[in-house]
């Protein structure tokens, strides 16, 4: 038997339903957060976090110290040699440390392919931007609850080195500081306002400023406040030494 539905017996719910998908398509792309310069543009370039929220910290707040003759304990850096011969692993393009003498030395591990916004949660260690190398830019994360805090220790004119797995350096030297508030800190694609200049940025105008452009190397970790360790990020920005 065929069934006549008026328009009258068609449940609410669906009409709204069909509703909310016509106007969901009808928003313009230049709605997302896109950089205006579409020539710039890097797909799903997102900004990894490199923080958690305090609710989160269960299993961090009981890591062990570090121990007497921890690589990256202030007061027993290895020596450069020493450190190079702990990392290196014969393979001359990739970035295994990191060393600034007096102030850090941490072995540096890879994102797993496709998964840019990894990073490692083991201690005295950075994380290597696999999107940010493909701009032949040098980018690497820490959480600032583990070796993020150490980021904080870098200012200006510090010499930095990278360490490749054949054992050569790359010289670089600290030239800017900059520190973003994050405006939606649970998310991403975040707004940011600059902290110093007070301009307002897109996800992707951080992104280009820090992991696009002329080869650099850029270190990346969370700003707390309030006690929200994804407040914000500091960027610390270091150019190559000729």
């Known amino acids: 038997m065929v069934r006549n539905y008026s328009f009258n017996q068609i449940p609410i719910s669906r009409i709204i339903l069909v509703i909310i998908l016509i106007v969901s398509l009808s928003i313009p792309y230049s709605f997302l957060l896109f950089n205006n310069n579409l020539s710039n543009f890097t797909p799903l370039a997102k900004i990894p976090g490199t923080g958690e929220s305090f609710a989160n910290l269960g299993t961090i707040i009981h890591l062990p110290p570090p121990t007497i003759d921890s690589w990256t304990s202030r007061d027993h850096l290895p020596s450069l040699r020493n450190f190079i011969s702990r990392v290196e692993n014969g393979q001359n393009l990739t970035v295994r440390g990191v060393y600034v003498p007096g102030f850090l030395a941490l072995p540096v591990v890879q994102q797993p392919g496709g998964d840019s916004g990894y990073v490692s949660r083991k201690a005295e260690t950075a994380t290597q931007f696999q999107l940010a190398a493909r701009n ?47 405006l939606s800190p649970g998310s991403n694609w975040s707004h940011y306002v600059d902290l110093k200049s007070g301009e307002r940025l897109t996800t992707y105008q951080v992104f280009n400023q820090f992991y696009q452009g002329e080869h650099h190397l850029t270190f990346q970790t969370c700003l707390e406040k309030d006690g929200l360790e994804t407040w914000g990020l500091r960027f610390v920005v270091a150019e190559p030494v000729q």
């Open 136 to 182: 032949n830019v040098i980018g690497l994360l820490a959480h600032n609850f583990l070796s993020g805090k150490d980021f904080f220790r870098l200012s200006e004119g510090l010499q930095v080195m990278v360490v490749r797995g054949d054992g050569s350096i790359d010289r670089y030297r600290v030239t800017g500081v900059h520190e973003l508030q994050k």
